[in-house]
Nanobody
């Protein structure tokens, strides 16, 4: 497992943008497929975006496709989530997660075995 720390959350108006970061502590992320999930109050945790360990494949939930972009900088052991055109429905705690090394990546939370503590994103309408 790997220790992950998210940052970049905050309060933004609808239509605005935020960039979340997820940094690994103590080891490189280069072999780990990564994902972003979110959980709104009273709702289950849901998949947002994923990226392969090499960065060549990205995949998104339909609700964020075209608005959010996941990327990674393996030299910095950091994964990013650029969020544009934010809506009130995007308000949630956002978590980054790592799947086992060299795994293919997944839309499912159960496939990820390392999680950050989460960062709050609040979109005001």
């Amino acid at each position: 497992q790997v220790q992950l720390v998210e940052s970049g959350g905050g309060l933004v108006q609808a239509g605005g943008s935020l960039r979340l970061s997820c940094a690994a502590s103590g080891r490189t992320l280069s072999s780990y497929p990564m994902g972003w999930f979110r959980q709104a109050p009273g709702k289950e945790r849901e998949f947002v975006a994923g990226i392969s360990f090499g960065g060549g494949r990205t995949f998104y939930a339909d609700s964020v496709k075209g608005r959010f972009a996941i990327s990674r900088d393996n030299a910095k052991s950091t994964v990013y989530l650029q969020m544009n055109s934010l809506k009130s429905d995007d308000t949630a705690v956002y978590y980054c997660a790592a799947a086992p090394p060299y795994y293919s990546g997944s839309y499912y939370a159960r496939s990820y075995d390392s999680w950050g503590q989460g960062t709050q994103v609040t979109v005001s309408s």
